[in-house]
Structure formats: structure tokens, C-alpha cells
């Protein structure tokens, strides 16, 4: 069975490298990209994903801008993880075609309307353009196959002690997110952060051609490199989330209410995941076959073949 996919992101590092795992697995099929604010501005992560569709082949996926900025609050960016610009040191040519005229929400709604059922909408960034979405059409709710985020926790965070970047960024869209009435798949940071690149990981890699040396390996080592000894291995949180969608059963879940903490002085952003709750509305990834998702994704990145080279 092919999973169509509709991608809402923020290129940034890991995030191009879920395009990727999207691209060269034959069960999944890309139907757009969105793009949204977050590891870097949105004029970035816009140019990103329009560059790496061209990298890619990939020129038939339409790629339409979104939220700048949150709902309500100053926008933040992790451009001292993904680099100033989000893909690290990575250089790829310039785009030869543009955006799509229609906003993001605009690309979300008539995509899902169109097809209700049927597509799989995928979110690997903050979560602004989804409520956005919500807010105009609520049954997008409704027409979506499923629904996964990266993003949330249930234990620590990373933006902040208690939070996680894609939601810390927006707490208040991920609260009406989460409370829309559909099943969130929450991949969080306890899940992502078992899905590190190791010396033994990038290794393999650099086996895959041109792809692993030009592409992969940059991507996936570019904040490691840069963080010292003490830092064991990056992780590429949002390829967990694509992962998910296609190869469930490297996953072990469970049922549980979360909530977004908004107004705490300490906690804002926090996801507070009951797992004992009796009014579950979301999936929570717990555990990964670390293994098996290794195998997955360097089966499915070696099936890319660049149409465009990079100096």
C-alpha cells in the first residue's frame, strides 16, 4: 500500500533528510510540501525546500510558503543548530522554479478537500500553518488519513528544560492542534533521540554514493561536528516522524492525552502526556527499533540518485 504524504516543514537539517526518506521509498508518495518558520525563517526554509525538489527530481511536488511567524509570539529559530541559512554547510544550486502563488493553509485545505481519506498529513516543524488551516477549515480534522508531528516530549525538552523546539516555538497552534478532534501521532523527543548518528551510522552513509557523501552525511553530521566530544551523535528527529507513516511496526506506541502547557513561566510549550488517560487523543512512539530504522532509511536514501550536482 502507497502512503500519500503531504509535508508541512522547516528545512532544516533534519527535515530535508525526511524529504529524502519521502522521496526514495516507493510505498510513499510526496504530494506537496509546505513550508513554515522555525529552524530558520520561512524565506529560508521556503528556499530550501524548493532547492532540494529540484536536487531531488522531484520538480512535479508543488512547495507552497506558510507561517512566517507564530500565532501570538516573537518568532525563535534554531539557526545555531541547522546553520544560518538550515541545511548547514550545504550549498545547493539555486531554484529554477518558483512557489507555488497559493498560501500554504490555502494548498492544505483544497489537498485534503479534494481527497478526504486519502492523504497522510505530515508536520516536522511548528505547528502555525496547521492551525491556520484549522481555524479556516475545521474538517481538515476530518479528511486527513492521519496525522503525525515531530515535536513534544513526554519526559525533557530541548528548547527549554521542559519543552521541545517545534512546539516551545508555538505553544498556543499546538494547543489547538492537539484539541481539534483528530488522532495526533506525537513522535517526540524521547523517541528521535534513540535515532542518533554514530560514527558506525555516518559510516554506512558514506556507502550509499553520491547521495550519502554529497547529501546525507552533511545533513546528518553538520550539528555534531560542530558540538564536540560531548555531544554522542545527532539525531534526525524529523525522518522518525516520515519513518513512522511508512514502517509503524519499527515502533512501539501507546494511547495518551496530551495537552500543551501555554501560560507557565518555566514550562511553556511543555506536552503534558497522560498515558493513563481514559480520553486519549493522541499516539505516543515510545520505543524504536533502532536497527530495523537504520536498515529502512539506508535502503530507502540509497535508491536516490541526485539530478542536480552541487559545488
Known amino acids: 500500500m502507497t502512503h500519500r504524504i503531504l509535508l508541512d516543514c522547516d528545512p532544516g537539517l533534519d527535515d530535508a533528510l525526511a524529504i529524502l526518506l519521502a522521496v526514495g521509498d516507493p510505498a510513499l508518495e510526496l504530494v506537496g510540501i509546505t513550508t513554515v518558520g522555525g529552524n530558520v525563517s520561512l524565506a529560508n526554509t521556503t528556499r530550501n525546500a524548493l532547492q532540494l525538489r529540484e536536487y531531488l527530481g522531484i520538480d512535479e511536488v508543488p512547495v507552497a510558503a506558510g507561517a512566517a511567524e507564530p500565532l501570538v509570539r516573537a518568532p525563535e529559530t534554531a539557526a545555531h543548530v541547522h546553520g544560518a541559512e538550515g541545511l ?5 544550486p539555486a531554484a529554477r522554479l518558483a512557489a507555488s502563488e497559493a498560501h500554504a493553509v490555502e494548498v492544505i485545505i ?16 511548528p505547528l502555525t500553518t496547521i492551525a491556520l488551516a484549522l481555524r479556516k477549515e475545521p474538517r481538515i480534522a476530518e479528511w486527513a488519513a492521519s496525522f503525525t508531528i515531530m515535536g513534544g516530549s513526554f519526559t525533557r525538552g530541548n528548547a527549554s528544560p521542559a519543552a521541545e523546539f517545534n512546539i516551545y516555538v508555538d505553544p498556543e497552534a499546538a494547543a489547538e492542534v492537539f484539541a481539534a478532534g483528530w488522532t495526533v501521532t ?15 551510522v555516518e559510516a554506512r552513509m558514506l556507502t550509499l554514493g553520491p ?17 564536540g566530544d560531548a555531544f554522542q551523535g545527532q539525531a534526525v528527529h524529523d525522518v522518525c516522524a516520515v519513518a513512522y507513516l511508512a514502517r509503524p511496526e519499527l515502533f512501539v506506541s501507546r494511547p495518551a492525552r496530551v495537552e500543551v502547557e501555554t501560560r507557565g513561566e518555566f514550562t511553556s510549550g511543555m506536552t503534558v502526556v497522560d498515558f493513563s488517560s481514559d480520553r486519549p487523543n493522541a499516539i505516543v512512539p515510545v520505543e524504536l527499533d533502532v536497527e530495523g530504522f537504520w536498515d529502512y532509511a539506508h535502503e530507502a536514501w540509497g535508491r536516490v540518485a541526485p539530478t542536480r550536482r552541487h559545488g
Open 88 to 92: 548547514g554547510d550545504l550549498v545547493l
Open 110 to 125: 483544497e489537498t485534503l478537500r479534494a481527497e478526504p481519506g486519502a492523504i497522510h498529513l505530515v508536520a516536522t516543524g
Open 186 to 200: 506525537m513522535v517526540g523527543l524521547d523517541l528521535t533521540l534513540q535515532a542518533l548518528v554514530t560514527p558506525e
Open 211 to 227: 547521495i550519502g557523501g554529497e547529501l546525507v552525511v552533511p545533513l546528518a553530521t553538520y550539528y555534531r561536528n560542530r558540538s
